[in-house]
């Protein structure tokens, strides 16, 4: 396979598709290579969440936004942390992205489903939220292609069955794989790794991969785009760039061990924010990697001195950075009574509730050691290793908080995305706020909960058409990045359900757009 030619290389296979995607469309032979056996990155585990501001699926639910109406809010949350031409760049090119994969009938509408955006007292902020999903999809337009599908993390980590019908990430990328590979003009390839780029007087013009465990030389006539995700599962990249964290606790797919990071490194590219990840509590479970918690329906947090110090409703990546602000990454536990067991959807908040019913089995997370039990809060707090009376003074004061309706240290239950679990388990009675519940009907428990995430967020930087720089600002010429290997235009904040793959998505379709003017 050596000598082999293409007008655009794209290396990854998740949002990445959607640069493939329009790269090909515009007559350029294109392939893809992934990594491992799976098409889809982490993108197919995910829910497929898409924040971009103005979007035609948002103006189609009669919702008043624009590219403008968002820039207030990016510009107070972003400020210096990233580039304003990069916010500029994803505000304005979002709309148009939308507009044009929905020519095609393969991506066919986008559906908006009202998510707040995350920071609900920043300028410009939208109750409404800005984000739209993909329509599902039916497993079988996939026909001869579904075996290179990544599975549901559901079935890959609890063996449920593959169901028939696709949706959010699983649906997103089948339906972008499907219009990359009509166009005529789009190859995939699996099991193929990125070792280095190849360059030639300062530009680049392909890659050097192990492909099938055979060493293989691939020209891109036009450029390579590098979208294979971050480097949360490479512990000595971990250790360098976010110490204290582990690749273990990670929700990214197993390919994302910076490949396309260390390749841009070696040809001298410039970086940014590696010390940033897309974070997110993780429950500890039995057998398998923390789940990813969205959010809690009931009871409380505590750190290693048995005290509240976040607001448990907090959108997970404002959470995990509250985690890592206090230091508290590995000694979190969450505090609930019998409500929490008893009510059938309180779990729900947690991705895999809803599809593996039953999934948080009492008596296996206690033979576990994952959990613990009490009849008492002194008992539990005495089992956790907790300051004695600490844990249940900090109880009652937030029992006290349930019963007025008002958390006065953390404001649960004020900003709108505190209440969206409360259409999938019901509203707390206790008081008029219906999301503090008093926590008063034995026995107790208490589940440990550390810093997981969705994946690294810092990367390579670009410029607004997703052109890799130097430090010296100089752009290296036929390198392109998109989604965790690039340099967030969000800098350290998450602006609202789906960030991270509508900016991966933008900056993708960018960077085709530049390489199909050359």
Not at 72 to 81: E, K, Q, S, T
Not at 331 to 338: A, E, K, L, M
Not at 407 to 427: C, K, M, N, S, V
Request: net charge negative.
């Amino acid at each position: 396979m050596t000598g082999e030619s293409y007008d655009v290389v794209v290396v990854g296979s998740g949002a990445g598709l959607i640069g493939a995607y329009t790269a090909a469309s515009r007559g350029l032979r294109t392939l893809v290579i992934e990594k491992t056996e799976f098409l889809g990155g982490t993108t197919a585990y995910s829910g497929a969440g898409i924040w971009l501001p103005g979007n035609a699926a948002e103006l189609r639910a009669g919702v008043e936004d624009s590219p403008e109406a968002a820039r207030p809010y990016l510009d107070a949350l972003v400020g210096d942390d990233a580039p304003a031409v990069l916010r500029e760049a994803f505000l304005q090119g979002g709309p148009v992205m939308i507009e044009e994969l929905e020519q095609n009938h393969w991506f066919q509408w986008f559906q908006w489903l009202g998510v707040p955006d995350y920071f609900a007292d920043a300028p410009g902020a939208l109750a409404q939220g800005r984000t739209i999903f993909p329509p599902d999809l039916n497993r079988s337009e996939l026909r001869n292609l579904e075996p290179l599908l990544r599975r549901p993390l559901w079935t890959e980590r609890w063996g449920v069955d593959v169901p028939p019908m696709m949706v959010g990430g699983q649906a997103l990328i089948a339906r972008a794989l499907l219009a990359f590979l009509e166009t005529g003009n789009g190859s995939v390839r699996t099991n193929t790794a990125l070792e280095r780029l190849l360059v030639e007087d300062g530009r680049v013009v392909g890659i050097e991969a192990l492909s099938e465990g055979e060493r293989v030389t691939i020209r891109a006539e036009k450029g390579v785009i590098l979208a294979s995700g971050g480097f949360e599962r490479n512990a000595e990249l971990r250790a360098r760039y976010q110490p204290g964290l582990t690749d273990e606790w990670t929700q990214g797919c197993e390919g994302n061990t910076g490949d396309a990071l260390l390749a841009g490194l070696e040809i001298g590219a410039d970086t940014s924010l590696l010390d940033e990840a897309w974070f997110a509590p993780g429950l500890v479970v039995p057998g398998t990697r923390p789940v990813f918690y969205t959010t809690v329906w009931s009871g409380i947090w505590v750190g290693a001195d048995g005290q509240r110090y976040l607001n448990e409703r907090l959108p997970y990546d404002r959470a995990g950075h509250e985690m890592r602000r206090a230091g508290q990454e590995a000694s979190t536990h969450w505090i609930f009574d019998q409500r929490q067991i008893d009510n059938e959807r309180a779990f729900a908040a947690l991705p895999v509730g809803p599809d593996v019913p039953g999934w948080f089995d009492v008596e296996r997370f206690l033979a576990a050691g994952v959990l613990e039990r009490a009849d008492t809060l002194e008992e539990l707090a005495e089992r956790i290793g907790l300051p004695a009376g600490v844990l249940t003074k900090t109880v009652e004061e937030f029992n006290g908080y349930a019963r007025s309706g008002v958390d006065e240290q953390f404001h649960r239950g004020e900003a709108p995305w505190d209440r969206t679990i409360e259409y999938l388990a019901g509203p707390h009675t206790d008081g008029p706020n219906p999301c503090l519940g008093v926590l008063d009907r034995g026995p107790f428990y208490a589940a440990k909960i550390v810093l997981s995430d969705l994946g690294t967020k810092g990367g390579l930087v670009t410029d607004a058409a997703a052109r890799v720089l130097r430090p010296d600002g100089s752009v290296i010429g036929g390198l392109y990045a998109s989604g965790n290997t690039m340099a967030p235009a969000t800098g350290r904040i998450y602006p609202g359900a789906g960030g991270p793959i509508g900016s991966s998505m933008v900056f993708s379709y960018l960077a085709a757009v530049d390489l199909a003017q050359q």
